[in-house]
């Protein structure tokens, strides 16, 4: 099928919902008001940008031009900019449009903002035209058709053909070595699951991306993806260097700039993470005035803003904190559970200040618009709030929400970490039992919860741990039980020796 045609169908589509997508329900974004803004946006012209880390694999064309922009459209895919990435793979084909690898490239963009349809089809119209490109663009393709069956499969099925993917993208590998792109896609193919794109590797993928650097050492994404390899196996220093090597290519990709800022907190540059959190944030907005799109419509801008307003909150300036955790609470997300997650920091900034009204009326909403996962975390959130303002029979309430909403919905717990959030409230709200046995049982539950904080490697994890241990150090402070506020404050050191709680638990 040829751009043309793909084109004239997606336009359809525009048409029939650019205008709903105006104006997004505040729960969350409905797919069809993502899916209007994305397919607007990527069909829009395109032109080259200084400063993507454009990395280079060749394919069969005679445009210049159009191999120029398959190339930065790598670029901005390995930036998980995916707008920007699909604009630069349909202007190629604008330009020529046999080239089969910019619909693997489309095909790769669409998957990961979720649809599907537009995914297959792109990925069809390569396996057209795979006969008319180079053994190695062909073998390449047959990969990608594999990998796209191991999405759809399950069970053993899902596992075979993973394995399936492996292996051809290492036989296209041994015909041809040169190609760091492929080395990189191996790499992404070293993850557990088939639609890996380079954020849970460890130690399986790095030779992948080293190979892949001996033969482009600015490649920008096996720099990338090294950084989340060494981050998830905690050799930060190593993370720092990559996420830099990084972040100085892909210089206007406000990912490359959340990235370097994402891992340097954990070798105590606070402040240049900070400025890399306030840059990928300027980014952001110069590219949504620009295109005159809501903020909504990127994935990335309310993840930003949750780990921008942490590393703020953590170094003392509640301010600015509280305004960009604030537009974060105010910025719709893509799915309701997902936008549970992301709006939670906005709910540990008003705890953490004691803004404790505010943070009960915020849970609450939150319990009350975002389905079930929401009702069972809100009501936790609510919970401590609650027992922080010393209401404790509305704490008893709020648990007994949350026991209906599991009994319901989720019986063997809210998947993810919200068990998490929901175990801690219990525990805080069970230190004040009279029975020595259940308080002990009780304090080592605490204990486990903050140790599993420790053992985040990410910031998105570790970073709010900060504040969730500091609070169980009040709970505990006010429980009067100065042997668990010191545990929890080895605890926290542990986790960041400079960080000073805001309260002297001492007294």
Not at 155 to 162: K, N, Q, T, V
Not at 246 to 260: D, E, I, T
Not at 276 to 300: G, S, V
Request: glycine share 8%; charged share 25%; net charge negative.
């Amino acid at each position: 099928m040829g751009e043309r045609r793909l084109q004239s169908i997606v336009l359809v589509v525009v048409a029939a919902t650019v205008t709903a997508a105006a104006a997004p329900s505040r729960a969350a974004t409905s797919r069809e008001e993502v899916r209007a803004i994305i397919t607007d946006v990527t069909h829009r012209p395109a032109t080259i940008v200084e400063g993507v880390g454009a990395p280079h694999q060749e394919v069969t064309t005679s445009s210049v031009e159009a191999q120029a922009f398959y190339d930065q459209g790598l670029g901005w895919t390995h930036s998980y900019f995916w707008m920007e990435a699909a604009r630069s793979f349909h202007h190629a084909l604008a330009l020529d449009e046999n080239i089969a690898l910019a619909h693997i490239g489309l095909y790769v963009v669409y998957w990961n903002v979720g649809m599907r349809d537009l995914s297959k089809q792109h990925l069809d119209a390569a396996v057209e035209l795979r006969e008319h490109v180079s053994d190695r663009e062909r073998m390449y393709i047959d990969a990608r058709e594999t990998q796209h069956r191991a999405m759809l499969a399950g069970g053993d099925e899902r596992r075979a053909l993973r394995d399936q993917y492996r292996s051809a993208l290492a036989r296209t590998l041994m015909a041809y070595p040169g190609d760091a792109e492929l080395w990189v896609a191996r790499g992404q193919a070293a993850e557990p699951a088939p639609s890996g794109i380079g954020q849970r590797g460890s130690i399986n993928g790095v030779a992948w991306y080293e190979s892949a650097l001996v033969r482009d050492p600015d490649h920008v994404g096996a720099h990338h993806y090294l950084l989340h390899c060494y981050e998830n196996m905690r050799q930060y220093e190593l993370a720092v260097y990559h996420a830099e090597e990084y972040g100085n290519r892909a210089l206007v990709a406000p990912h490359g700039q959340h990235m370097v800022a994402h891992v340097l907190p954990r070798v105590g540059r606070w402040d240049d993470a900070l400025a890399r959190f306030q840059r990928a944030y300027e980014l952001e907005a110069a590219y949504y005035e620009r295109e005159d799109i809501p903020p909504w419509a990127d994935w990335h801008h309310l993840h930003n803003l949750h780990l921008y307003g942490m590393a703020l909150l953590r170094n003392g300036d509640t301010a600015r904190a509280g305004a960009v955790l604030r537009e974060g609470w105010d910025t719709p997300g893509h799915r309701p559970v997902n936008e549970v997650y992301a709006h939670l920091p906005y709910l540990e900034y008003l705890l953490h200040v004691g803004d404790l009204e505010e943070a009960v009326a915020r849970a609450n909403e939150l319990a009350d618009t975002h389905g079930a996962t929401g009702a069972a975390v809100g009501k936790a959130f609510a919970g401590e709030a609650l027992l922080l303002l010393g209401r404790q029979h509305e704490a008893d309430a709020a648990s007994a929400d949350i026991d209906a909403t599991l009994a319901s919905r989720f019986p063997n717990g809210v998947p993810g970490r919200g068990q998490s959030f929901i175990r801690q409230f219990r525990a805080e709200r069970a230190l004040y039992s009279s029975d020595p046995t259940t308080v002990f049982l009780i304090e080592e539950g605490l204990l486990e919860i903050a140790d599993s904080l420790l053992r985040e490697a990410s910031f998105d994890g570790w970073g709010e741990g900060l504040f969730r241990i500091e609070r169980m150090m009040r709970f505990a402070h006010r429980a009067g039980l100065p042997d668990l506020v010191e545990k929890l404050r080895g605890r926290l050191s542990t986790l960041d020796p400079e960080y000073t709680p805001t309260v002297d638990f001492a007294e």
